[in-house]
């Protein structure tokens, strides 16, 4: 007897797609059979990506987003639905964060967060959200169960971090927001949580795990490693997938346990 999850015939939307978490949700849905639409300001590494999933037999698109900024967020989730389909899912994965103590943050430091894991999140979530919803009440009541928002947030808004305070904050902003979304578009069929990555290895941070406060903190974690992207796989695809119908509001750890 074998389990599969399907997700051939929906459209998922990814922001922050150019790198790191971001690319590698972008291969999982695709390899899991969605046509995968990829959203960063950084459109040259999109097309890459999309060059490295077709070559794989997958379904890629292209379009530029900047999270800071409604018209690029409405005018790229525009561009996708002309070109690919009403989007069943989104990861909101676009995120930022600066190195630095409470005192010696800048009002551009705090903006700078905030703009893009806070207000960004929430402005691309409203703009496919409100797709979702426009979808769901042309149907019958309770028959529409295609919408999936999956909020990237991290193990940060739980469990506070030195010199990353005002990432922490704006992280648990994300999570307090994803069980507003949870709440209030329930029951139109849109399903909204929240996975909170531990430490993960990325092309972004890889350099800093070989460093000697790399270590010390890897030293730190419960069974001192650092996770992969592809540790996140199994959970992305079933948040996607319509198998999770039941899951709702759920903020969930995946932090190899340093969260405990």
Not at 27 to 35: D, M
Not at 49 to 64: K, N
Not at 228 to 235: F, G, S, V
Request: proline share 2%.
């Amino acid at each position: 007897m074998s389990y599969s999850l399907d997700l051939s015939g929906r459209v998922a939307l990814i922001t922050g797609a150019s790198s790191g978490l971001g690319a590698q949700f972008a291969r999982t849905l695709a390899s899991a059979g969605a046509a995968v639409v990829l959203a960063s300001r950084r459109v040259e590494m999109l097309k890459s990506l999309r060059a490295e999933i077709e070559a794989e037999g997958g379904d890629a698109h292209v379009v530029s987003m900047d999270v800071t900024q409604r018209g690029s967020i409405e005018a790229a989730v525009t561009q996708a639905e002309k070109e690919v389909g009403a989007i069943d899912i989104l990861v909101n994965n676009s995120g930022v964060s600066t190195t630095q103590r409470l005192v010696d943050v800048r009002e551009e430091d705090f903006d700078f967060i905030f703009n893009t894991n806070v207000r960004g999140a929430f402005f691309v979530a409203q703009a496919v959200g409100a797709r979702m919803l426009a979808r769901a009440k042309e149907l019958e009541p309770g028959t529409f169960a295609g919408g999936r928002i999956i909020n990237i947030a991290s193990m940060a808004a739980m469990r506070v971090l030195p010199q990353i305070g005002v990432y922490c904050m704006s992280k648990s902003a994300v999570v307090q927001m994803t069980k507003a979304m949870a709440l209030e578009w329930g029951k139109y069929g849109i399903n909204v949580n929240a996975i909170c990555p531990g430490y993960i290895d990325t092309e972004i941070n890889h350099h800093h795990w070989q460093t000697e406060q790399g270590q010390k903190l890897v030293n730190m974690l419960p069974r001192k490693r650092v996770g992969h992207p592809k540790d996140l796989d199994a959970l992305l695809v079933m948040l996607a997938s319509p198998q999770s119908d039941f899951i709702n509001g759920a903020v969930i750890a995946a932090d190899d346990g340093f969260g405990v």
